[in-house]
Structure formats: C-alpha cells, structure tokens
C-alpha cells in the first residue's frame, strides 16, 4: 500500500536498506522493488553512504517501520523456500549445483561457470515462479544474475509451441565440417574393402597422413591429421592389424570348396558312418613372446626368454564334436614321419576318417597315397584350396596355443619346450567344448551348412 509524501523511514529502515545493496551485492532495482520505494531514493542513501554522509531524515514514497524489514526478510525467506522445493524435483546432481545460489541467494553468480544442466534447471524454476506472480527481478536477484535473465527467460518461453521447450539445453553446432556428407560416404567408399595401392600410392597399409593427402588430392580440402583420425572413427573405421592373403589365392576355387565339395564330402561322410577331421601343422620356439604388457612412457617391459634356443614341432587332428589328437615331433614334417602320425590317428578307430588337410607337399607323396590304398577306405583324404588356411579350423588351435601358455610365461631354467607344449596341448584335449569354439569362428562359418 503506497503512503503519503509526509511519512518517514527510520534509520534503522535506511541502513538495511544500504546494506543490501553495498554488502549484499543486491541491484538498486531490485532492493527497491522489494522494498516498494523509489530507486531514485535508494541510490542517493548509497551514494551518501559510501561518501560516510549521514543519511537523510525523511522519504518519499512510504511510511518505514520495523515491520517493512521484517517483509522484505520474509519475501527473501520465501523465495529461498520456493527455490528449495523446485529444486528438490530435479536431479540430485544438478541439486547440488543450484544449492550454492540458495546459501548466498543476493551474492552476483558468474553463468559462465555453471554446466548447462544447471542453467537449464534454473531457467526452468524460474519460469515456473514467475507464472506463480513473482516479479522477474526478484527471481533474477535470488538467483545471482542480473535482473534481466528473468526477462529473457520469459520471453524466450513465451509464443505458441515454445513454453518449457524452449529453455532445454541445446548442443551448440560447433564449427561446420569441411567435407560434406555426400564427400565424407566416399571417402569410406575408397578405404573400405581396398587399399592405397589403387589410388596410386606405394602402399598396402592405410595411414592418416594417406587418407589426409587423398582427400587434398580429390577434394582440395586441407584436414590436419586429428580431424581425419575423428573422420574415420565417425565413419566407423579402425586402426587394425590386416589379415595376410596371398595373391596366388584362387578365389573361385575357395568358393567352389564352400559351396560344393565340403558339402559332398560331409554326404559322403553320412552315407559311410565316418567322422570328418582337419589337420594341421605347427611349430614353437622358446624364445617367442606374445602378446604386450604395461609399462611407462617410453620405457618398454623386458621379458627374460631363455637364451638357448628351443624348437618343437606339434600335429593336431580336430572335429565339430569337440575330439581332439595331437603329437608332437622334432624338425620337419617328412611323408614317413607323416605316415606314421596317421598310423597312430587311426590306432583303434572303429569308423571311417575322412581326413581334410592342405597342400604340403609331405601330405601328397606316392608313400603316403600308397599307405591310404592300404587303408581299404578306413582313410580318405581331401586337400583345401592353395594358399587358404583360413578355411582350417585347426589353425585356430595354433592361433589359440601361441597367444596362452608358453607365449605368457617363458621356460624357466632347466624346463624342455616339447615338455611345456605337451602339457598345454594335453590340457586343451580335456576341454571339448574349447575345440568345438573354434569350429564357430566367421572364417570356418561354412561348416555349419553341411
């Protein structure tokens, strides 16, 4: 209720008053507007106190008393109130954040240091308080920002289909990209499935610095070499160690052995009750290491290898059941020492065995196709397409046996290689369900058809 020119304000009134402003860092505006007086008046009791003048007697808008400050201390008490229970609707996290506004309510708050989910949760509360009635400058004083935020957050809210939308946390844009959509596709087009080779360059194996100069050359775009690794990970490319393929492969061969005679060889099988193995070769040394290890920056782990070199040779026999032979032997896999492995393979079988193998030479000698005649069809064997190992799913056995075991932990003094790799193939012999694993790999996926 405004009053008449004649009243006056108590010194008491007056002090308050000034003290809000100078130690409260409170806008002029909004302590008169919380105090329903002129600003003009105001700002003359703060130029006059900050000058150590005395303030002066009377006022002009209304009478002052004691229970004018305790309203505005209540209007305060009650804003702090509201903030409290909005507050308690969000997130905890961002709780936390907004609480340090209410503990110094009228101290001025720097936005620039607040995570977006709080500005958003305060834009939010506010607007809510000011479709409540409370004034826009009132709600920017207990918040800490200058009076025009609550201004802004309203207006912004205003109009049809804006409303509580329009104060959500957007992300920002961001510089706009260099290449566009259609150019960043190709890109991908010429990485992927093939290699530099095909776009002139003197390499097999892609590189950022190919990529950067690539694009230079087709786009005339510069891109430093961060934006083109940010490039490929948005295409969904990834630094990888390539599989080996030699260029003697005979692709229509590989797929004539999918497509018509594993799965001739699998009827065949079924007709005569007989199992179907793969074999393969391998060998370890001592020596070998696989794998990495931690350690610091530029500082790389020393592993202790035995300094005398140890070789062993290993064969293995697998099938989809989860059966697995193997043996081992010293040096090279000649057709007698081939021979008698099969000898020992066939040693109590009852079934027939149809044996799938590769093209060594050892495998296809005159001996070894006079000992299968021997056989009176107990042993057949049939060789997989040139220079196409991935089709074995024995050369997952070795995979497995060269990363684990030996390769982790090297010999210690006085232990024997062909010792250490007999016990570790003796062990994967008693997990089944290890071998029939490898017979669910994508390469050997053809399998599974048959």
């Known amino acids: 209720m405004k009053a008449g020119p004649d009243r006056r304000y108590t010194p008491e009134f007056r002090e308050a008053a000034v003290r809000q402003v100078i130690d409260g860092g409170r806008s002029l505006t909004a302590v008169a507007r919380s105090l329903e007086m002129s600003v003009k008046t105001l700002a003359n009791w703060v130029y006059r106190a900050r000058k150590g003048q005395a303030l002066p007697g ?10 004018q400050a305790e309203i505005s201390r209540l209007r305060q008490e009650n804003a702090r109130l509201k903030m409290e229970r909005d507050i308690l609707l969000i997130s905890q996290q961002i709780r936390e954040q907004i609480r340090d506004l209410i503990v110094l309510p009228f101290m001025k708050q720097d936005g620039r240091k607040l995570s977006r989910d709080a500005l958003e949760a305060m834009r939010l509360i506010a607007l809510e308080r000011m479709r409540e009635g409370e004034a826009p400058a009132a709600v920017s004083a207990s918040f800490g920002m200058h009076r025009t935020w609550a201004y802004k957050v309203r207006a912004k809210a205003a109009g049809r289909g804006h409303g509580k939308r329009a104060l959500r946390s957007r992300r920002a844009s961001g510089r706009p990209r260099k290449l566009s ?10 990485i992927n499935g093939k290699n530099p080779r095909q776009h002139g360059f003197d ?10 100069d690539l694009i230079a050359r087709q786009f005339q775009v510069s891109l430093s070499l961060a934006s083109v690794g940010a490039l490929l990970a948005r295409l969904g490319l990834t630094p990888q160690k390539p ?3 030699a260029y003697q492969r005979n692709p229509e061969a590989i797929a004539r052995f999918k497509q018509e005679l594993y799965p001739e060889i699998a009827r065949q099988a079924r007709r005569e009750g007989a199992d179907i193995y793969f ?12 794998g990495k290890s931690w350690g610091r920056r530029a500082s790389t782990p020393v592993v202790q290898v035995p300094g005398q070199r140890q070789s062993i040779s290993a064969a293995s026999a697998i099938n989809a059941k989860g059966e697995f032979w193997f043996a081992t032997y010293k040096g090279g896999l000649k057709a ?15 079934r027939p065995l149809h044996l ?20 009176q069809g107990r042993l057949t064997l049939h060789f997989l397409p040139g220079y196409a190992p991935e089709l074995n799913p024995d050369e997952l056995v070795w995979s497995y046996a060269k990363r684990t075991e030996v390769a982790r932990s090297p010999l210690r003094a006085g232990e024997q290689l062909q010792e250490r790799v007999h016990q570790q193939l003796a062990r994967m012999q008693q997990n089944p369900q290890l071998i029939q694993s490898f017979f669910h790999h994508p390469s050997v996926a053809y399998l599974s058809d048959c």
Do not use: Y
């Not at 959509?181 to 010429?190: H, I, L, N, S, Y």
């Not at 074999?279 to 696989?290: I, M, N, Y």
């Open 243 to 245: 599989l080996q393929r």
């Open 58 to 67: 009377r006022g002009s808008a209304h009478a002052a008393s004691d229970e």
């Open 336 to 350: 007698d020492l081939f021979i008698e492995l099969l000898g020992k393979l066939l040693h109590g079988r009852d």
């Open 181 to 190: 959509a259609v150019q960043e596709r190709k890109v991908f087009g010429w």
């Open 279 to 290: 074999w393969d070769e391998s060998g370890f040394r001592a020596d070998a290491v696989h």
């Open 356 to 375: 799938i193998l590769d093209n060594l030479p050892s495998h296809k000698t005159r001996a070894v196709r006079q000992f299968v005649d021997e056989q």
């Open 203 to 212: 390499s097999v194996m892609w590189s950022r610095a190919i990529v950067r």
